[in-house]
């Protein structure tokens, strides 16, 4: 199989969550965690400790969360990268004084679920748990070059029942370091 | 910010090479695939912000030398900022990227990802094999498995 096939059909396989119920992380002292979906909007965004890219968006992360939390927009920070420990995890958001829980998603099961690809690579949840938004927080990784707020604007959108300015977009970003599976 | 300082004055004292680096757009991209038909075009993206990019690119560097000869063209196109052009010309010197180099001056980001492979989300490294006629046949999301990417060039070449 080519490359290119293979390419293909990962992500065929992979392909889009369709409904995602459940998502199953471990918390950063290793207990396992199951948040639900149903009935809220929830924000999924993968993260790293050590992605320049996602680094760049810590403070506009905290303000989106500061800004929507309180208006029941349910938020998972996930950390798949096989490189990053849970407690260099724990010590980054400690040091970035984030106000949400970051969680370990190991052997990058949701990240794999989601076809999650780069940081910060951003899925939201509708309130009947399938997903509406994939892609960017926003178009500029220099925050005082951002356009379009795509992440803000789809969950006011959301909130407010209105049609999704947006459902996809594609940024550049640090590739999620899976770990090795055999197949 | 003081790596970059640093780069400067070693620039400025002329104690490492500068690259040339070109600024490449959407059509400068489809003018290097127009301009490598009749070639087997190997092209990478990376930013020197990306470790894994970074890691690999000794060896797709040896990789571009072995098969020159033979009609492999290898591009690495910069997905830096412009404020970051003095770090990229330092990576490009000393890892010793075959020139053209390229850095990024993209009107539209996803525009130009979807171009490149509309399957692509934008994360690094990626890197896109098109063959003599011009026709994209093969892609490496991430690191590239470099023997697997010599086995491709071996059979289009």
Redesign the interface.
């Known amino acids: 199989m080519t490359t290119l096939a293979a390419f293909a059909a990962a992500l065929a396989l992979l392909g889009a969550p369709g409904k995602v119920d459940v998502i199953k992380a471990t918390d950063l002292q290793g207990k396992p965690v199951e948040i639900r979906t149903a009935g809220k909007i929830t924000a999924v965004i993968f993260i790293s400790t050590q992605c320049p890219i996602s680094n760049d968006y810590n403070e506009r992360m905290k303000a989106l969360y500061n800004e929507f939390h309180g208006k029941g927009v349910q938020f998972v920070f996930l950390n798949a990268n096989s490189t990053e420990s849970s407690a260099e995890v724990a010590e980054h958001a400690r040091k970035h004084a984030f106000p949400f829980t970051v969680y370990k998603d190991v052997n990058n099961v949701e990240a794999d679920r989601f076809s999650a690809e780069f940081t910060p690579h951003v899925f939201v949840i509708g309130k009947n748990s399938e997903v509406i938004y994939r892609g960017a927080i926003d178009d500029s990784r220099p925050a005082d070059r951002v356009t379009k707020t795509y992440l803000k604007d789809v969950l006011n959108a959301a909130l407010e029942g209105k049609p999704l300015p947006v459902t996809e977009t594609k940024a550049f970003g640090c590739t999620i370091k899976r770990v090795k599976k055999s197949t | 910010m003081k790596h970059s300082i640093a780069i400067l004055i070693l620039l400025a004292a002329g104690l490492v090479h500068a690259a040339d680096l070109q600024p490449i757009s959407e059509a400068g991209y489809q003018r290097l695939l127009a301009s490598a038909k009749g070639k087997v075009l190997v092209v990478n993206f990376w930013?020197t912000?990306?470790?894994?990019c970074r890691k690999e690119m000794p060896e797709l560097v040896a990789l571009a030398a072995k098969y020159r000869a033979k009609g492999m063209q290898f591009a690495a196109i910069a997905?830096d900022?412009e404020s970051d052009a003095a770090t990229v010309a330092e990576f490009v010197a000393k890892t010793k990227i075959p020139q053209p180099a390229y850095i990024k001056r993209f009107q539209d980001?996803?525009k130009f990802?979807?171009m490149v492979d509309p399957?692509?989300?934008?994360?690094?490294?990626f890197t896109v094999?098109y063959d003599r006629t011009g026709r994209?046949?093969?892609?490496?999301?991430?690191?590239v498995n470099i023997r697997?990417l010599e086995q491709?060039i071996q059979k289009l070449l």
């Open positions: 930013a912000w990306c470790a894994p997905i900022e980001d996803q990802i979807s399957r692509w989300s934008g994360g690094l490294p094999v994209k046949v093969h892609v490496f999301p991430g690191e697997e491709v």
